[in-house]
């Protein structure tokens, strides 16, 4: 509780809420509660709205974990994009990232976390059961790794490599599937120099990464 001597108990209330956020401390919580009492009572009653509507219409897609109001997400239900590309991201969060660049039209599949043994978080915490299901349905000729380029987002890439190049031959048993899984393509995103950004400002991992990374000068224009 935050002690807040002379503010109402009501007001006291919204300040500790909106403090919990991330990013926004007591100071900001104050100011955003007192504009919020400061507008006519139907912004905060369209605002609360909003709030309720929010766990109730948002969900996940069934098929791929992106967010989605019914069913399925827009994206497995975009007929312009490439059906037989997936890639595999950590959060929901990171697929709204992906198409801010507006390159990127193949399929997602959201892992909902990323492997991490001190918290407990192993391959039967992600969403691996229904990603298992497209890749032996056949469906997937690229799975794309874009995991974080952490410590934990690495070990996560190469389970999912190891995972499913193992899978093309553990658990396919005839052997037109075995050769149709067989040949699925498995890459991970590159790492290098940002847009706009000076090397001496880089890391050396990431400077270092970017040279084993380099592409011929044909293919970067
Ligand atoms: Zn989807």
Redesign the pocket.
């Known amino acids: 509780m935050i002690n807040l001597p002379g503010v109402p108990a009501p007001l006291g209330r919204v300040i500790e809420m909106l403090s919990s956020l991330p990013g926004i401390g007591p100071k900001t919580a104050m100011r955003l509660g007192l504009n919020l009492l400061s507008r006519p009572a139907s912004d905060a009653a369209q605002l609360s709205e909003a709030l309720t509507v929010l766990h109730e219409q948002v969900g996940f897609?069934?098929?791929?974990?992106?967010f989605?109001e019914q069913g399925?997400?827009?994206?497995?239900?975009d007929v312009r994009r490439e059906t037989n590309i997936v890639c595999v991201v950590e959060q929901p969060v990171d697929v709204l990232m992906m198409e801010r660049g507006h390159v990127y039209r193949g399929?997602?599949h959201v892992l909902h976390g990323r492997l991490s043994p001190i918290d407990g978080i192993g391959p039967e915490q992600l969403n691996l059961q229904a990603l298992d299901g497209r890749i032996a349905a056949g469906a997937v000729d690229e799975l794309i790794l874009a995991s974080s380029a952490t410590v934990d987002g690495e070990a996560t890439a190469h389970y999912l490599a190891n995972r499913y190049q193992a899978n093309c031959y553990q658990t396919n048993r005839d052997q037109a599937s075995r050769d149709q899984a067989s040949s699925m393509k498995i890459s991970r995103i590159a790492r290098g120099v940002p847009e706009g950004g000076e090397l001496e400002y880089l890391d050396e991992h990431t400077l270092s990464r970017a040279v084993e990374q380099r592409i011929s000068w044909q293919g970067s224009v």
């Open positions: 897609c069934n098929v791929c974990g992106c989605a399925r997400c827009q994206f497995c239900d399929h997602y």
